[in-house]
């Protein structure tokens, strides 16, 4: 009997010693007891970290979504699997079940087979989060083709960057979005996108905003009709255990975007058993993740984790200021909210407005908080567990990446006791290391270093899509025969972790991960700069924000250092998005540099933190006067 479900502290230290000594057995177990396979395994693990190469239950046979839907169907046809909750408030919330869930999905399916989509080829997802979206998603898991879903806040460029990279023919869009009291014409961005996709063939466009959009001839279909002709019914296709089951980009901390891949089997067995414990569900709660589909929280904790375990999943398209700051803590109060998984970023926002509005909702339904994305400081921690956890409900601090596709460092609520700022114990299953300045394994507790990972999980990505060699010396390079997550940690005296944040060029802004070289890329792009460095200091809500040095080329005219300002962000928005935005640019005449001409970002970031008592040594500049300029006209 596999221990599904861990009930206290005890039982995870004994669940935990024998996932690390017999992990085969362990997960095998796991595997074997709650799902549904057309074929089991012959093999439970093979891996080698110096390829790197992991499979997981090879041999195996299976389709996701018979996980995610048709196994409910006899005990859960009538249970809500989707609680759409819509940007508008006085739009009434739509409860998808799993009955409806299931014959949506194979129509979507049908219209994709339609559209001549096979398995095995990229469809690339770009809607919000309306509930087309989890339902494509499924869709495309259905038939086996791999999505890519790329987040609806993206810019053009950004879209079209990821669909090139791995090939898509197929993307699925909507008309428009809402966001607040704002409306985004989804589709006008896809248009600009693709002309510069020249093997996009076929455009499926779900109808949200009812807006006058172009439709382009042949290339561009609604998709309401389509839904309308298609049998609800589709067989589910067979896919191998190791098949990918989807790609998700993310920013590294230099190149293009990092094509994750994840496959099938291993990710769906670790993101029920970890949606299962670490958020407590039982059968009738209703759980809520704020994320984005278009984030891998919102991949494995809105859609797969949650389906899989027959849960209520609720799916919010709005934000969480609009109509005013108590939208979170309404809906919590209207749909009887029992886990609620948000960001940091949005709790110090909330946390800014007071407790009035918290107060005048009803959050007694609460049970479980969760937090991920970045780390959680100790106010907004304390603000989360006093105002909305009534200090009743445990605070999941859940420390995870897209690349390891389920949480790995977390609470299990009501087992291990929670410590603020503390992601605290490894998962089941979870073998960290922290590593020293040596490269030697830091023993013991009370130690600081940088987080690898020495065991293989289930729901780690492979590879990169089409640059295996780039996933290798990412993330297996730094540490022989370890995965290496670009954190930095520290173990306390009774082995809890805490994540001390990036250790590379990865910033996080609001819970998203942005790589600095595509946004001073972006910068670059401007006429008037002639070069640029971006660097994160603490910001009170999103937790970091970015700060800009930027050197105009020299053209004898003076400029407008304000319309420049604009122009630059303009950039920016063009090229990635909005949330890639700087909150401050700094005009300079140099940067510091090595005498490799390698940019000392060290020294940027602690003169944008304004913490220039230790500079350390400059003297080995190449140009060490610009410090002291810099440092003169610091914004
Ligand atoms: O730096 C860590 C931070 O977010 C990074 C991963 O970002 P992404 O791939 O976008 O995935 C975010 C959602 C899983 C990590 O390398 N991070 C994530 N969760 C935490 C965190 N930092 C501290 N505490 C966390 N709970």
Same mark, same amino acid.
């Given at each position: 009997m596999s221990n599904y479900h861990i009930k206290h502290l005890e039982e995870y230290y004994q669940v935990y010693r024998k996932s690390v000594r017999e992990p085969e057995n362990f997960w095998e177990e796991v595997a074997e007891e709650h799902f549904m396979w057309q074929r089991k395994w012959d093999n439970v693990l093979s891996w080698d970290f110096s390829k790197p190469e992991v499979k997981w239950f090879e041999g195996a046979q299976l389709n996701i979504t018979e996980n995610c839907i048709d196994r409910h169907l006899a005990t859960r046809g009538n249970k809500t699997a989707i609680l759409f909750e819509p940007n508008d408030p006085s739009e009434a919330a739509e409860h998808i079940t799993y009955n409806q869930l299931y014959e949506r999905v194979c129509e979507f399916a049908n219209v994709l087979k339609g559209q001549g989509v096979k398995k095995g080829d990229r469809v690339c997802i770009y809607v919000p989060m309306i509930p087309e979206l989890a339902i494509a998603t499924l869709a495309c898991a259905r038939i086996g083709a791999i999505h890519s879903v790329v987040f609806a806040g993206f810019s053009s460029t950004a879209l079209a960057t990821r669909i090139n990279d791995c090939d898509c023919k197929t993307v699925i869009t909507s008309d428009g979005s809402y966001r607040g009291a704002k409306t985004i014409d989804l589709k006008g961005i896809v248009d600009d996108a693709l002309d510069s996709c020249p093997g996009v063939e076929t455009v499926l466009v779900a109808k949200r905003i009812n807006s006058d959009i172009n439709m382009k001839q042949g290339r561009d279909k609604w998709l309401q009709p389509l839904l309308d002709a298609a049998s609800k019914e589709c067989p589910a296709e067979v896919m191998n255990a190791e098949d990918p089951l989807f790609i998700l980009y993310t920013s590294g901390s230099t190149g293009k975007p990092k094509g994750m891949v994840h496959t099938t089997a291993g990710y769906m067995v670790y993101t029920a058993y970890t949606f299962k414990n670490v958020f407590q569900y039982k059968e009738d709660d209703v759980y809520w993740c704020t994320a984005d589909i278009g984030w891998i929280t919102g991949h494995s904790y809105i859609v797969y984790g949650p389906l899989t375990n027959g849960a209520t999943s609720v799916m919010f398209e709005g934000v969480p200021s609009y109509p005013d700051f108590g939208r979170f803590w309404e809906i919590i109060d209207k749909h009887q909210v029992n886990q609620f998984y948000t960001a940091p970023t949005a709790i110090r926002a909330l946390a800014k407005q007071g407790t009035e509005l918290v107060d005048k909702?009803? @959050? %007694? %339904? @609460?049970k479980v908080l969760g937090s991920v994305g970045e780390p959680i400081n100790e106010e907004a921690w304390h603000w989360y567990n006093d105002n909305v956890g009534k200090k009743q409900s445990p605070i999941v601090d859940t420390w995870w990446q897209t690349e390891t596709g389920g949480i790995m460092i977390t609470p299990i609520p009501f087992v291990t006791p929670t410590k603020p700022t503390y992601a605290t114990l490894p998962f089941i299953g979870i073998q960290p290391a922290l590593m020293g300045e040596d490269g030697q394994e830091l023993k013991g507790n009370q130690v600081d270093g940088r987080l690898c990972i020495k065991f293989p999980w289930p729901s780690m990505a492979r590879t990169i899509w089409g640059n295996h060699q780039r996933y290798r010396d990412t993330y297996f390079s730094a540490y022989e025969n370890k995965y290496f997550t670009g954190d930095g940690a520290l173990r306390d005296d009774v082995g809890y972790y805490r994540i001390t944040g990036r250790v590379d060029d990865v910033i996080i802004v609001s819970g998203h991960n942005l790589g600095t070289a595509p946004i001073e890329d972006a910068i670059n792009e401007h006429p008037a700069v002639a070069e640029s460095a971006i660097v994160g200091f603490p910001h009170d809500v999103k937790g970091n924000a970015l700060y800009g040095y930027v050197i105009l080329k020299d053209t004898g005219e003076s400029r407008n250092h304000e319309n420049l300002r604009k122009e630059i962000n303009q950039m920016i928005t063009e090229h +990635?998005?909005? +949330?890639?935005? @700087?909150d401050k640019i700094q005009f300079t005449s140099g940067l510091p540099k090595t005498r490799s001409g390698k940019i000392m970002r060290r020294i940027l970031r602690k003169i944008a933190c304004k913490d220039t008592s230790n500079l350390g040594d400059t003297s080995t500049l190449l140009n060490p006067e610009v410090v002291q300029d810099i440092m003169d006209n610091v914004l």
């Open positions: 909702y009803d @959050l %007694s %339904s @609460l +990635i998005g909005p +949330i890639a935005k @700087l």
